[in-house]
């Protein structure tokens, strides 16, 4: 049956094109529009979660109580062991069966002080105030160069080779008349709040096209960070994220109370502390909010786009009153008129549906590597102190695959469904009176 009534479809194309048309764009309209909306969401959480919160961040208490004023001499102990006690205690493969076996773990350290930048005969040439962090540039296995995206984001040089390597924001490295390769010497405080000088030189300038953000920004290997700063096996905090850089506010949270309740004690200010990205300064308002806004902006769409292909199937149900006169002159049943329709309907939603959704996820694909330039627009907000990407990117998700058969399948079925039960439920001699007419 299949088969004769595909070949029927082929013939008549005029019955068949208009609907699968239809159908593909509203289907690959579907795709990228909640792929964007996925991607701008995670964008926004993952750029605030690389700079300050990670999806996960162990500090100490003192520490998560003054972090706005980067005290590394509230800073983490014993890093390296603490790290390996993670990644035994929440593996990849979880025998316990917990929801979040998927983080991986980095020290940070966080500071901040004076960059002096020398002339040829030593004398300082240039000053300014500099925000540094100490990240793990230099261990096999590190995903720091990915989460930061900075091999899109580098503007000139190379990436960190030596522990003394600093890659330096393009906008402070014009203020202050910084070339590759010059020797600069960042001026602050150690760990124990003595004063120290350390020499970094500029292996390459970067723009994270992230507003404001990086305006005073300075990257260096996480060994440079702590000679600078004298924090051997030291760390302002332990980052951790989720392997596949999506966050899962449930999941987080869930790991957040039960790293709480066995390993931080409430009496000892230096005991490990694990926060979750919504733990932030208002960031739990903006999962939330975004997460409400992504549900209902999503779903209203879906309903949009349902009713419009309902009602094409209605259309092309009631459009075929001729043809349907035709076919019971001929003999047929109303049972097998209606079946026949629904049947074609099944096959030009999932045509339309299998087509759309492949046209949706390669330019849903496309987006998600090369982003949408808001730059313009970012900049009236320059002075938020909101993390805001001026490159926003799609997101191909698992259940991108599927969601465009809800409207492309169900609805054109349910609106060819109610065009055949206006001719199955009617009387054959009326439905004849009104065929004629």
């Known amino acids: 049956m299949i088969k004769f009534l595909t070949k029927g479809l082929l013939r008549d194309r005029s019955r068949s094109l208009f609907p699968v048309l239809v159908i593909t764009l509203t289907v690959t309209l579907v795709i990228f529009t909640i792929g964007f909306m996925q991607g701008m969401l995670n964008n926004l959480l993952l750029d605030t979660a690389v700079i300050l919160t990670g999806h996960e961040k162990v500090v100490t208490r ?6 706005q004023l980067m005290p590394n001499d509230l800073a983490l102990m014993d890093v390296d062991q603490l790290i390996e006690n993670l990644e035994q205690e929440y593996p990849l493969v979880d025998e316990l069966g917990r929801d979040y076996p998927n983080f991986f773990w980095t020290p940070r ?9 020398p002339d040829e005969n030593g ?23 990915e989460i930061w995206e900075l091999e899109r984001s580098l503007v000139s040089g190379k990436l960190p080779e030596n522990s003394n390597d600093a890659l330096i924001s393009s906008k402070m490295a014009d203020q202050l008349n ?15 709040n003595a004063f120290t000088t350390y020499n970094f030189n500029m292996s390459g300038t970067f723009n994270l096209r992230k507003g404001q953000t990086d305006k005073q920004m300075m990257l260096v290997d996480l060994s440079g960070a702590r000679a600078a700063l004298d924090m051997d096996n030291a760390a302002s905090a332990i980052f951790g994220f989720t392997h596949s850089l999506y966050y899962d506010d449930e999941t987080a949270v869930a790991l957040r109370t039960e790293y709480n309740k066995i390993k931080s004690d409430s009496l000892d200010i230096f005991s490990p502390f694990m926060l979750a990205l919504r733990d932030g300064n208002q960031m739990g308002t903006m999962v939330d909010i975004s997460g409400a806004m992504m549900a209902i902006m999503g779903g209203i769409f879906l309903v949009i786009v349902m009713i419009v292909l309902w009602n094409m199937g209605l259309m092309n149900g009631l459009r075929r009153y001729g043809e349907i006169g035709l076919r019971l002159a001929m003999g047929e049943s109303k049972g097998q008129v209606y079946r026949s329709m629904i049947s074609e309907a099944v096959i030009i939603g999932l045509t339309g549906t299998v087509v759309g959704t492949g046209i949706g996820l390669s330019i849903t694909y496309y987006v998600q590597e090369n982003g949408i330039d808001y730059t313009k627009g970012i900049e009236a907000l320059s002075n938020s102190s909101m993390v805001m990407p ?20 169900l609805a054109t079925v349910l609106g060819t469904m109610l065009a055949g039960m206006a001719i199955y439920k009617r009387e054959m001699a009326q439905l004849f009176k009104e065929l004629e007419t």
Not at 109 to 117: H, N, Q
């Open 109 to 117: 350290i966080t500071f901040a002080g004076l960059l002096d930048v």
């Open 390 to 409: 001026n490159i926003f990117y799609a997101q191909v998700t698992p259940d991108l695959f599927y969601i465009g058969f809800i409207p492309g399948v």
């Open 178 to 192: 910084i070339r590759i390769g010059e020797s600069v010497t960042f001026i602050g405080s150690t760990m124990d």
């Open 62 to 67: 003192a520490y998560s109580e003054e972090s």
């Open 123 to 145: 004398e300082t040439k240039a000053q300014g105030p500099v925000i540094a962090f100490g990240i793990d540039f230099l261990s096999n296995g590190s995903r720091q160069v």
